[in-house]
């Protein structure tokens, strides 16, 4: 049997979502201001990379790299499992209120 919701249970459920996700970007947004504008009483690592040599500026350049690749594997891979329409039966037969559509 489906589970129907109202429009307002959806709504709701959407606007929890979109609050969450700008909380979650606001607070990224902040991290970024605070670290990258200065705004720290003293200078970090960022501030002092001159002192660095170029072999520790590549490995970072190349780490930040595959931590923004896996990044975005990941996020495909999410997008792709949560449209998957067998998935999505298996996960409404584990629970209903998995599946927010």
Same mark, same amino acid.
């Given at each position: 049997m489906p589970v129907t919701k109202s429009f307002t249970e959806s709504f709701r459920l959407m606007t929890r979502k979109l609050g969450l996700g700008f909380i979650a970007i606001g607070g990224l947004g902040l991290i970024v201001i605070y670290y990258g504008l200065g705004y720290r009483v003293r200078n970090g690592s960022i501030e002092? =990379? $001159?002192?660095? $040599? #170029?072999?520790?500026?590549?490995?970072? =350049?190349?780490? /930040?790299? /595959? /931590?923004?690749? $896996? #990044?975005?594997?990941? #996020?495909?891979?999410?997008i792709s499992v949560a449209n998957s329409p067998t998935l999505i039966q298996i996960k409404m037969r584990i629970n209903p209120l998995l599946v927010s559509e």
């Open positions: 002092r =990379n $001159s002192e660095w $040599s #170029l072999e520790i500026k590549e490995r970072i =350049n190349t780490t /930040y790299g /595959y /931590y923004g690749a $896996s #990044l975005f594997v990941t #996020l495909c891979s999410a």
